[in-house]
């Protein structure tokens, strides 16, 4: 095994299934121990800890809503705790609730908000006094082309993701004095539950947007992850690394 990440830990929020399982399970084979919160799904949960445990890596799942200020924090505590300190945060979670802007309901604007956004903002918050406090650390927000070029019907969720790249910038800059980097990873359409639910006619569509012509996988995405979170990527912070075939 691979050992670039060994002991180091990695908190990733939303990493039962799709990008955020991918990302854990290719820093776990680098050796890192990972810390992950679920909300539902936890049987998918408990399958990717012992997927990482075969990995020779450690892995520890919590019950934690991403909107809840407290118990991220709390889940953070627990997480510095049990392995000794917070390395990498990667912010995966989000939700989409894809509608025109005029049938679009104030909770429809308000779950991805507060999911997307302010989940960021609840998990960051939490690990950045530690890792100012150790003089390093990594912060890798997942946020989507959708932020970048706008998608139509997606009023909402383009909102979060560009204000995501916004909340990246402004954090970089703000603890570079304290050796930790803050970057982006802004994915274009990638194959995950989320896209095989389209209807094939839209796949289509979209696909055709695409110079690549295809869709993503997520081991793609988890490797441009592993990179930004590397030693390598030692002197890259502020920047939003785009995975999207081309399409923005």
Do not use: C
Not at 115 to 144: C, E, H, W, Y
Not at 199 to 223: C, H, S, T, W
């Amino acid at each position: 095994m691979s050992t670039i990440f060994q002991d180091r830990t990695v908190i990733i929020s939303g990493a039962a299934r799709g990008i955020g399982r991918a990302i854990a399970l290719e820093l776990a084979g680098e050796g890192a121990n990972i810390s992950f919160n679920f909300l539902k799904s936890s049987v998918d949960a408990e399958s990717l800890v012992e997927e990482i445990k075969g990995l020779g890596a450690d892995a520890k799942a919590f019950q934690v809503d991403i909107t809840d200020y407290d118990g991220v924090k709390s889940w953070v505590e627990e997480t510095h705790e049990l392995f000794g300190g917070i390395d990498i945060v990667v912010n995966n979670a989000g939700i989409i609730k894809d509608k025109a802007l005029a049938l679009m309901g104030q909770s429809d604007w308000h779950d991805v908000i507060h999911t997307n956004l302010d989940g960021t903002f609840n998990l960051t918050r939490a690990a950045i006094i530690p890792f100012m406090k150790q003089k390093k650390g990594v912060v890798i927000n997942i946020s989507s082309i959708s932020g970048i070029i706008g998608t139509s019907r997606q009023v909402n969720y383009a909102a979060s993701k560009a204000g995501i790249i916004g909340f990246t910038k402004a954090l970089a800059r703000e603890v570079a004095p304290y050796n930790i980097r803050v970057n982006a990873v802004a994915p274009g359409f990638i194959e995950t539950e989320m896209l095989r639910d389209l209807k094939d006619d839209y796949r289509e569509m979209m696909m055709k947007q695409i110079p690549l012509l295809r869709f993503g996988n997520v081991e793609e995405i988890a490797k441009a992850v592993k990179f930004l979170a590397s030693d390598d990527a030692g002197y890259i912070t502020g920047h939003t690394l785009v995975i999207d075939g081309g399409m923005s």
